[in-house]
């Protein structure tokens, strides 16, 4: 699942991070939703996560989206009246996909923990991949 923040302003620094992160916990244990990785970029968030068969995805995103918000609007009241000034934390865009054959679960967790890592970090890596002519 990946969700971004409400006109895509870079809001999720790392006291943010830290306050959605213990809000999923408690998600997870409140609604028996399995939280396997969380992967922040300042604009947006990727969750991979499990859930009961009869949870529709779609359910567990509004579950998640509205009560980090709302958790995120009482940590730091300030987003609220002088970054977002709608009152919506997260915007209404969204993207569910599902693992199965096609998709391996391995490589969509390895993807989600590369989403924060530094563009330096990242340029290196394009760097080592033209070495072997990918």
């Not at 306050?19 to 997870?28: A, H, W, Y």
């Not at 989206?65 to 958790?71: D, L, P, Q, W």
């Amino acid at each position: 699942m990946v969700t971004a923040v409400k006109y895509r302003k870079a809001l999720l620094n790392n006291e943010a991070e830290e306050c959605i992160k213990e809000t999923m916990k408690g998600i997870s244990d409140r609604y028996e939703i399995v939280i396997d990785e969380i992967g922040f970029d300042k604009n947006h968030i990727h969750i991979f996560c499990g859930a009961h068969p009869s949870m529709a995805p779609m359910t567990i995103l509004n579950i998640i989206k509205s009560i980090t918000a709302r958790r995120i609007f009482e940590t730091f009241p300030t987003l609220k009246r002088k970054e977002l000034w709608g009152g919506a934390f997260w915007s209404v865009g969204k993207y569910i996909g599902t693992v199965g054959e096609a998709t391996n679960e391995k490589v969509v967790k390895r993807y989600i923990r590369n989403q924060s890592i530094d563009k330096s970090e990242a340029e290196n890596r394009m760097k080592q991949l033209k070495l072997f002519k990918i």
